[in-house]
């Protein structure tokens, strides 16, 4: 079992910055990924970045690819993301999960925190 907790929510200024960060427990294996999900009002959770527990390896949506940046402490066991000039359309709830980084299935969510941009 994995237990991923998410902080760091709340208000941001459009144009701001916005970090987040999951503190990862329980059995992660080293074949998993932990990646950030956005779900806006009313739509679909959508896929937001994602760096392999083991490798390192990052990868970026298209809507946040040259201004986010994640990273994750082993030691600490937390993953961190943040997203430079955010727009008032990425308010919502941000969600991580971990799961298998090549099948991209995720088994394992925590329970969101909200971020809502607005002036």
């Known amino acids: 079992q994995v237990q991923l907790v998410e902080s760091g929510g709340g208000l941001v200024q459009p144009g701001g910055s916005l970090t987040l960060s999951c503190a990862v427990s329980?059995?992660?294996?080293?074949?998993?990924?932990v990646g950030w999900f956005r779900q806006a009002p009313g739509e679909r959770r959508t896929f937001v970045a994602r760096?392999?527990?083991?490798?390192?390896?990052?990868y970026y949506s298209l809507s946040v690819e040259g201004r986010a940046a994640i990273s994750r402490d082993v030691a600490k066991s937390t993953v961190s993301l943040q997203i430079d000039k955010v727009k008032s359309w990425e308010t919502g709830i941000y969600y991580c999960?971990?799961?298998?980084?090549?099948?991209?299935?995720?088994?394992?969510w925590g329970q969101g925190t909200q971020v809502t941009v607005s002036s």
């Open positions: 329980g059995r992660i294996k080293n074949t998993y990924a």
């Open positions: 999960a971990a799961g298998d980084e090549g099948q991209e299935l995720w088994d394992y």
């Open positions: 760096i392999g527990w083991s490798s390192n390896r990052e």
